[in-house]
């Protein structure tokens, strides 16, 4: 059998090396999106020839100026679940209205047995959040709030409670402009 030299299958080429370090998972892409992995899952399902192994990819992605998306990837190899992750998180990517560095008012959110509540803080603060709800914040570009989660710390339904309660944000002008009346009326 005669062999092939295909240049795409070769190792050594630069831009198949991958930069190795601490935050591997955080690095921006082309189009100003930085990428996160929040959590891979082995799933498996019984059929009747045995066992079938899948992965799930729970991904975030944002460019930390006020945007944001999350998506979930299923797949055969981890890579690909990932990939899936990332390409449905640049779909679902949402703006999330803000007041400065923090959120423009306080916000409960219930998504399965999750519930996160979110609170504007002041500058400096920082983000005070644990747990999955942190890497969609930070992505978002907030730089101060105060998180808490309530009920169940599932990853998934944690970061889909987040990413709910960042949709449902208002502002002040919003909400005048809603009900027809000027910010000092409110």
Known sequence: MAEVNNKN???????????????EDRKPVDDGLVKLMVN???VQKTVKGGRTLSFSALCVVGDKKGRVGIGT???????????????????????????????PHEIVMKYGASTISLKP??????????GAARPVLELAGIKDITAKNHGSNNKINTVRATFEALK???????????????????
């Not at 299923?74 to 990332?86: D, L, P, S």
């Not at 500058?123 to 644990?130: H, M, R, S």
């Open 9 to 23: 299958n070769d190792k050594r080429r630069p831009e198949n090396n991958r930069p190795r370090g601490k935050r």
């Open 40 to 42: 891979v899952r082995t």
């Open 73 to 103: 990837g299923k797949a055969r190899e981890t890579v690909n679940a990932i990939e899936k992750g990332f390409n449905e998180a640049k779909k679902n990517m949402i703006t999330v209205n803000m007041d400065g560095t923090t959120i």
């Open 121 to 130: 803080a002041k500058q400096g603060t920082g983000v005070i959040a644990g």
């Open 168 to 186: 449902a944000l208002r502002t002040a002008e919003q909400i005048a402009a809603n009900r027809g009346k000027k910010v000092e009326e409110l």
